[in-house]
Every structure is written in structure tokens, then in C-alpha cells.
């Protein structure tokens, strides 16, 4: 019988069904002045124009499952969070979550704090247009790039620059055309942004005229994973701001089914998604984000919101060997 409080603990510490429900069974903390890389739930889905609008409720999702996925990375030999204070800040609070463009408003807000204390947040959306207010924060004028362009490699079933009118049925920075203000408020160098997994359908021949490098998932087939990870290090120098977005449509019906958005057709396979991103180790990723998530529509094992733990779990990986390396933890 455990009849003492700290012998409790240290039994039921690493209990994933024990406890409060956090983001890879990290402590929460409201101060980021005490954190290297932060994990945010962003509950947001008023971007997304007029369809599949269950994405808000991906972060409780996946703090529900990564509490039981394992910390140590076989493929880099590290554990991240021995190497960098990695907690659960919690989400940024959405009173206007109904009204999307006000929303962006109070997201952005939320990681300019981060970035103010030199926390590289890690993300689970939500919709695909808090990409932007995250940019806005880490990577426009009055962030710690100072202005600088970033890389951006954005993983997707579609660019997402679907931008032919001032705005989508009243909504101007909806999910389907942050991929066009992004480079219309500088936030990024165009030849620095990689489209990786493309396959979907767009609406006109100029969704994609930006200037971006689009790498279309049969063109991924043809080059392999290698062959993808060798073009975007030929044109991102290694210590480039870099800032990795995962849309979950990216993925094959078949292991993703509870995206908004599935598109039809064979996507990219979980092990293609890990291969590529590890494939990035090295690089100065600033920060990343995995969207699109919808539980209501995942299958009972909750497969889609395990793959996107996973997604957050590389990412967190690359941030966390890079700080490592450098010395900055």
C-alpha cells in the first residue's frame, strides 16, 4: 500500500491516463520566460470558410494521445526534452472565435509573447489560417528575425493560395488564402518557400503563380524523399529561419481519414512524412504547426489525431537538436 504523496507521484509520473491531460505529458506554464520550445493548442476553426469546421477541437485530441507517446528519438539518438524546457503553454484565448479576422487578432498576440521571451512554439491547430497571425508574431518586423524573410516548407494537399477576390465570403485571411498574404506583408522570400505533397485540384492557373517552389506529390514520388530533402537544402542555407507548417490532407485518406478538406487520390504515407521532415535536421526551424485536424471525423483509434502527434513530436525533435547544437539551451 502507497500511503506517502511523493511515492504516489512517482508511481503515476509517466501514467498517461493520470492527471490533467497536457500536450506530451509536459508540465503547463504561463511563463515563457521559462521555456525554449513551447507547445500550443490553437482550438480555431473559423477560418476555414464554409466547410468541416470541427478543427478547434484537434488540441484536446492529440493532448489526449501524446500522453502516451514516447520521448526518445531513435533516429536522432536524443531525448528533447533533456535537452530543452519544452512545456504545454496552453491555448490563446478566442473570445471572437465565431469571428475569424478578429481571431487572427488575438492569436497573433498570443505568440508575440513567445517571441518576446525567444520561445520557438511548436502547434496543433485548428484550420489552416493560423499560419498567418503565426508569422505575423515570429517572423514580421518586431520579431526576433527583425524583419527578415523566413523559409517556410508548407506540407499540403493544396497551396492555399486560392486568393482571387479581397476576401472569401466576408472572411479575408481564411485558410485557403494565407499562402498569398504571407508574401503580400513580406513575411517570407518567396524563394524560399517550398509546397511539398500537392495534389489537389485547384481553381484557376494562377492559385499557385507566386513564385514558390511547388513540388507536387507525383513529382515527390518520382524524386524520393531524398531527392525532395536535397532541393530544399540547395536553396535554404542551413542557418536560414525556417518555419515548417503540416497540413494533415498532405497524408493518405487512408492513415489520415479525420482531416478537413480529404482529398481523393493516394497522398503521402506516414513514413514519407517522417522521412522528410527528419531529413531537415540541422536547420534553424524557428517554429511549426500541424492543422486540419477534425476528431469528429477520425476512426474509432483515433489514428489521424496519433499521426499528428507524431508530426509534433519531429518537429519538436528538429528545434530541440538544433538549440542543442548550438548551445542556446
Not at 173 to 198: H, R, S, T, Y
Not at 225 to 247: A, L
Amino acid at each position: 500500500m502507497i500511503d506517502d504523496e511523493s511515492s504516489l507521484h512517482a508511481v503515476v509520473e509517466g501514467t498517461n491516463w493520470w492527471g490533467i491531460a497536457t500536450l506530451f505529458r509536459c508540465e503547463l506554464e504561463n511563463d515563457p520566460r521559462n521555456v525554449d520550445i513551447g507547445l500550443v493548442g490553437v482550438p480555431h476553426s473559423a477560418g476555414n470558410g464554409t466547410s468541416q469546421r470541427d478543427q478547434h477541437y484537434g488540441p484536446r485530441a492529440v493532448r489526449h494521445v501524446s500522453a502516451e507517446y514516447r520521448r526518445f528519438h531513435r533516429e536522432f539518438g536524443i531525448n528533447p526534452w533533456e535537452l530543452c524546457r519544452i512545456r504545454d503553454m496552453g491555448d490563446p484565448r478566442l473570445p471572437h472565435a465565431m469571428v475569424n479576422d478578429l481571431a487572427m487578432k488575438d492569436i497573433e498576440a498570443f505568440y508575440r509573447k513567445l517571441d518576446a521571451a525567444n520561445v520557438r512554439p511548436v502547434s496543433i491547430g485548428g484550420d489552416h489560417s493560423i499560419v498567418l497571425p503565426i508569422l505575423r508574431a515570429i517572423a514580421g518586423p518586431r520579431s526576433n528575425t527583425a524583419g527578415k524573410p523566413v523559409a517556410v516548407i508548407h506540407v499540403d494537399a493544396h497551396t492555399d493560395t486560392y486568393y482571387d477576390e479581397a476576401h472569401y465570403m466576408g472572411n479575408r485571411e481564411w485558410a485557403g488564402g494565407w499562402g498569398v498574404l504571407m508574401k503580400q506583408e513580406g513575411l517570407v522570400d518567396p524563394d524560399c518557400v517550398f509546397q511539398v505533397g500537392i495534389r489537389g485540384h485547384g481553381y484557376a492557373q494562377t492559385d499557385t503563380d507566386l513564385g514558390y517552389n511547388v513540388i507536387e506529390y507525383k513529382e515527390f514520388q518520382k524524386l524520393g524523399v531524398t531527392g525532395v530533402v536535397s532541393e530544399i537544402r540547395t536553396v535554404i542555407d542551413v542557418d536560414m529561419p525556417v518555419y515548417i507548417t503540416f497540413d494533415l490532407d498532405a497524408l493518405d485518406p487512408t492513415v489520415a481519414p479525420g482531416v478537413a478538406n480529404v482529398e481523393a487520390g493516394e497522398g503521402m504515407k506516414m513514413g514519407e512524412a517522417l522521412e522528410l521532415l527528419q531529413g531537415l535536421r540541422g536547420m534553424n526551424v524557428i517554429g511549426g504547426d500541424v492543422v486540419e485536424l477534425v476528431p469528429s471525423k477520425d476512426n474509432p483509434n483515433m489514428i489521424t489525431s496519433i499521426n499528428a502527434g507524431a508530426l509534433m513530436f519531429e518537429q519538436i525533435s528538429l528545434i530541440a537538436d538544433y538549440l542543442g547544437r548550438q548551445g542556446q539551451t
